[in-house]
């Protein structure tokens, strides 16, 4: 399978740690996108990347989390300082986009859902 | 505010009623498309429509693009459980694409 995959699916941690996820997008794509997601709500854009270049931030990402795709293949999302308001499910996505104003469709991974307890 | 307002919140229907679910924004988009996420899954695409006026059919699902461009609309004909699912409309602004709050449908047999 060739998908989208995310790593790790479930983490629970408490308040004050580090988590960091991974993303390996589908290989071909060029463009990587994070997401959050709280039940029952549509995900939440976060930050995408052309490949290593980091395109946009949202901003309601706080300082303490980064993104980095370094070689544009994989990515990770890094969540320093954990708060119980972290709390949700971490989607990664990846398209493949020939233009900034291009359309194309999104590729999900499973998510990777993050308990701060 | 949400720059895709969706309506309703949630929808529960009984197996073989119709359903229409709405996609509305003040802006003006090139392109409009339709996710459907299942629990425990990434969202999953089901449609781009790109021409105001414009409408699809995938089976039992028809979808709307508005003239101006501006709003969209998903209906289904003769739901099944297999159709239970959060319905996402989202846009493309310039390669971010941003989700609506989404419509949970919930199918019962």
């Known amino acids: 399978d060739t998908g989208v995959s995310q790593d790790p699916r479930h983490k629970i941690t408490k308040r004050g740690q580090n988590v960091t996820f991974r993303c390996d997008p589908i290989s071909e794509h060029n463009r990587l996108y994070w997401y959050r997601q709280t039940l029952g709500q549509g995900p939440e854009f976060l930050t995408y990347?052309?490949?290593?270049?980091?395109?946009?931030k949202s901003r309601l990402l706080s300082d303490r989390f980064s993104a980095e795709r370094p070689k544009g293949s994989f990515s990770t999302l890094e969540i320093q300082r954990t708060e119980q308001g972290d709390s949700a499910m971490y989607l990664c996505?990846?398209?493949?986009?020939?233009?900034?104003?291009?359309?194309?469709?999104?590729?999900f991974g499973e998510g990777s859902r993050l308990t701060v307890l | 505010t949400q720059l895709l307002e969706q309506s309703p919140q949630f929808l529960s229907i009984q197996e073989g009623e119709n359903l229409t679910v709405y996609c509305n924004s003040s802006s003006v988009f090139s392109s409009l498309q339709w996710y459907r996420q299942e629990p425990g899954e990434g969202p999953v695409l089901l449609v781009t429509?790109?021409?105001?006026?414009e409408v699809k059919k995938l089976k039992r699902l028809t979808f709307q693009f508005g003239d101006a461009r501006k709003d969209s609309s998903l209906h289904i004909t003769a739901a099944q459980p297999g159709d239970t699912g959060l319905y996402l409309c989202?846009?493309?602004?310039?390669?971010?694409?941003?989700f609506g709050a989404g419509t949970q449908v919930v199918v019962t047999p």
């Open positions: 429509v790109v021409t105001g006026g």
């Open positions: 989202v846009c493309d602004s310039w390669g971010k694409f941003q």
């Open positions: 996505a990846s398209s493949l986009a020939g233009s900034r104003a291009g359309t194309g469709e999104l590729f």
């Open positions: 990347f052309q490949n290593e270049a980091q395109l946009e």
